[in-house]
């Protein structure tokens, strides 16, 4: 099978997966770090996000990553219909640091925890390492981030591990209820990154870092559809003459690779269509 990728308007990407899955990936609206050392500041642009212990040799560094979620909900819904979707794997992607150029971000091996954030009314702002702005508004700082915890709930989606070099993490995450409910409604996910041991000094490429979107923070969500019919090889829920039309053209025999367009009349897997997915068509045929 020929996977065809195409642009969502929410700047992600889908592509077809077998076996009744479809996965997305999608890039931050928002994300910044804040310093608890310089708690009115903001560093909304910068090309990197960390992740420290108040320990640290520069103190205690959290970041939030804001992604939307509503051009997934609108493609699983348009793949398999409305409130027919189940999530069934959230993937967080980091691209560590392992040398940052920066000498206000500490570095350490140690663990971090990803968590979800139900208040999602902040902004990054502007501002970076060698810049920093005052923080306005709802321009993240690290004096608003107590002020979103404490008007929302937090859930636990995880503890990780960074690695200390220049690496891509990835970070399967919970599926939680509030997470899951999030994207089922396509709204806003917030995820706050903090500390879980003394160690910890993570740095990781932003969605502002210039460079290569190729290496920007992304969210890969997967959900698959109804399960489907064995043998249903025209999608009407069931498996008849119509069907059998279309199986009857892929069959070729023992070993022999089902053509392109025929991976669905392979009941058994094998990569063939033989006399055993004959038998299981059978199985599944009921005339209607």
Same mark, same amino acid.
Do not use: K
């Given at each position: 099978?020929?996977?065809?990728?195409?642009?969502?308007?929410?700047?992600?990407?889908?592509?077809?997966?077998?076996?009744?899955?479809?996965?997305?990936?999608?890039?931050?609206?928002?994300?910044?770090?804040?310093?608890?050392?310089? !708690?009115? @500041?903001?560093?909304?642009?910068? /090309? *990197?996000?960390?992740?420290?212990?108040? $320990? %640290?040799?520069? +103190?205690? #560094?959290?970041?939030?990553?804001?992604?939307?979620?509503?051009?997934?909900?609108?493609?699983?819904?348009?793949?398999?219909?409305?409130?027919?979707?189940?999530?069934?794997? !959230?993937? @967080?992607?980091?691209?560590?640091? /392992? *040398?940052?150029?920066?000498?206000?971000? $500490? %570095?350490?091996? +140690?663990? #971090?925890?990803?968590?979800?954030?139900?208040?999602?009314?902040?902004?990054?702002?502007?501002?970076?390492?060698?810049?920093?702005?005052?923080?306005?508004?709802?321009?993240?700082?690290?004096?608003?981030?107590?002020?979103?915890? *404490?008007?929302?709930?937090?859930?636990?989606?995880?503890?990780?591990?960074?690695?200390?070099?220049?690496?891509?993490?990835?970070?399967?995450?919970?599926?939680?209820?509030?997470?899951?409910?999030?994207?089922?409604?396509?709204?806003?996910?917030?995820?706050?990154?903090?500390?879980?041991?003394?160690?910890?000094?993570?740095?990781?490429?932003?969605?502002?870092?210039?460079?290569?979107?190729?290496?920007?923070?992304?969210?890969?969500?997967?959900?698959?559809?109804?399960?489907?019919?064995?043998?249903?090889?025209?999608?009407?829920?069931?498996?008849?003459?119509?069907?059998?039309?279309?199986?009857?053209?892929?069959?070729?025999?023992?070993?022999?690779?089902?053509?392109?367009?025929?991976?669905?009349?392979?009941?058994?897997?094998?990569?063939?269509?033989?006399?055993?997915?004959?038998?299981?068509?059978?199985?599944?045929?009921?005339?209607?």
């Amino acid at each position: 099978m020929t996977a065809v990728y195409f642009s969502l308007a929410m700047g992600g990407l889908v592509w077809p997966t077998r076996g009744g899955a479809e996965t997305i990936e999608l890039f931050p609206t928002d994300d910044g770090f804040v310093r608890q050392n310089f !708690a009115t @500041l903001c560093y909304g642009t910068a /090309g *990197a996000l960390s992740v420290a212990d108040a $320990s %640290q040799h520069t +103190g205690r #560094f959290d970041t939030a990553i804001r992604f939307d979620t509503s051009a997934a909900a609108d493609q699983f819904g348009a793949l398999f219909g409305p409130g027919e979707w189940t999530l069934t794997s !959230a993937v @967080l992607h980091l691209r560590e640091v /392992g *040398a940052p150029m920066n000498p206000v971000f $500490s %570095q350490g091996i +140690g663990l #971090f925890e990803v968590r979800w954030l139900s208040n999602d009314d902040w902004v990054e702002g502007t501002g970076f390492p060698f810049g920093p702005t005052i923080g306005m508004g709802n321009q993240l700082t690290w004096n608003l981030l107590p002020m979103l915890i *404490a008007t929302g709930i937090q859930t636990w989606l995880g503890t990780y591990s960074n690695a200390g070099l220049t690496m891509v993490h990835l970070l399967e995450l919970a599926l939680e209820p509030d997470l899951v409910a999030d994207v089922d409604s396509g709204s806003p996910v917030t995820l706050h990154l903090l500390a879980a041991s003394p160690t910890i000094g993570f740095v990781f490429n932003s969605g502002d870092y210039e460079a290569s979107t190729a290496v920007h923070p992304r969210l890969v969500l997967t959900a698959t559809g109804p399960m489907a019919v064995p043998g249903d090889l025209d999608g009407d829920a069931d498996v008849d003459l119509t069907d059998y039309a279309q199986f009857a053209g892929c069959l070729g025999g023992p070993n022999v690779p089902a053509a392109v367009d025929c991976d669905a009349a392979d009941l058994d897997g094998d990569t063939d269509v033989d006399l055993f997915d004959v038998g299981e068509f059978a199985n599944q045929f009921t005339s209607a």
